[in-house]
């Protein structure tokens, strides 16, 4: 097990989001909240070490919500230059373990995040989670692979990494993305 204490939070919220269109889809209301703002609100009880969040285009208040905010001034160089970012601003404050968590997925819980602490086993844990198929975010990090994050060749290596690693199996709603406004629409009206 690692403890939340000693974890950063890094969210990522500095996509393009092209397939999205011209709004701007963390801030799209989604049950009455910013759809950015559910991941954030669902684990603002976590007592992680430090919450830093990756943005770019955003106008989503992270800040006020308890992140250190670093900007991404080149998200068109995709997901691998966030998750660097990121990770480089957790190392820079001695962090030893990072969870990655996605902005745009509204629906995880703290409970699924402790079932992902709780199967960590040290610095050389790789847990993510899974819908019982595809292993996808959040996913955790032990210390002895924030240098090889670093060093991933954009979104795919972060991905083999995490496919290399123990899978915490949970609902499929439960890890859904928002990519398009159909997407948003299907959560809206089941």
């Avoid at 049950?31 to 007592?47: F, M, N, S, T």
Wanted: charged fraction near 25%; glycine fraction near 8%; proline fraction near 5%.
């Amino acid at each position: 097990m690692i403890a939340a204490e000693d974890v950063t939070l890094v969210l990522l919220a500095a996509g393009r989001s092209q397939r999205f269109g011209e709004a701007d889809k963390l801030t799209q209301l989604y049950l009455g909240r910013p759809l950015g703002l559910h991941v954030v609100v669902a684990l603002e009880a976590v007592p992680f070490r430090e919450r830093i969040a990756v943005v770019s285009e955003t106008s989503l208040d992270l800040a006020s919500c308890g992140y250190r905010i670093v900007t991404n001034d080149d998200p068109a160089a995709g997901m691998g230059r966030s998750l660097r970012l990121g990770v480089q601003a957790a190392l820079d404050e001695g962090s030893k373990s990072v969870l990655i968590a996605l902005a745009d997925m509204p629906k995880v819980t703290a409970t699924h995040i402790y079932r992902l602490l709780d199967r960590a086993e040290g610095p050389d844990a790789i847990v993510a989670s899974s819908d019982g198929t595809n292993p996808r975010p959040p996913a955790l990090f032990g210390c002895a692979h924030l240098n090889a994050l670093l060093a991933a060749d954009g979104d795919m290596g972060a991905r083999e990494m995490v496919k290399r690693g123990h899978h915490v199996v949970t609902s499929p709603a439960e890890l859904v993305d928002v990519d398009t406004p159909e997407d948003l629409a299907k959560l809206l009206h089941g």
